[in-house]
């Protein structure tokens, strides 16, 4: 993970805070090698993250010149499309076709409720109780 991003390039903004959030990006980040940046969320500039407060918390966010790309499963999806590996560009595309994609939402839904259940988590990974 690059100390510096510029605002310009897109960035996968991830929560830093959560242990399986952290494990799953470095995971894809190592096996995928994706040639966009994946950084948590708390390591960016204020600039790029504050309008996108009370999403990071609980969701990955594909953001670059001051806006969100993508969020969620198809943040991810455009994460893994990004990648050298045939592999990870195929699962990023599959995550993308219609039914495919609808799975995908509820999928990355439910995990996002149940990431400090997930392995790597812990009490830290739960999301803000206000927005259950």
């Known amino acids: 993970m690059s100390p510096t991003v510029s605002p310009t390039e897109p960035v996968l903004a991830f929560d830093g805070d959560c242990g399986f959030c952290q494990a799953a990006i470095k995971k894809i980040s190592s096996q995928g090698r994706p040639s966009v940046h994946a ?3 708390q390591f960016l ?12 918390d609980r969701e990955v966010l594909l953001l670059a010149n001051g ?6 499963a198809e943040a991810l999806a ?3 499309k990004r990648s050298p590996a045939l592999c990870y560009r195929v699962a990023g595309a599959a995550i993308c076709m219609p039914l495919l994609r609808q799975c995908a939402h509820g999928v990355y839904r439910w995990v996002a409720r149940n990431r400090h259940r ?6 830290s990974c739960a999301m803000p109780s206000s927005h259950s």
């Open 78 to 80: 455009a994460y893994m």
């Open 39 to 41: 950084m948590p969320w």
């Open 67 to 72: 806006r969100v790309l993508a969020s969620g």
């Open 45 to 56: 500039p204020q600039s790029m993250t504050e309008p996108y407060l009370d999403r990071l």
């Open 118 to 123: 997930m392995p790597g988590g812990s009490a």
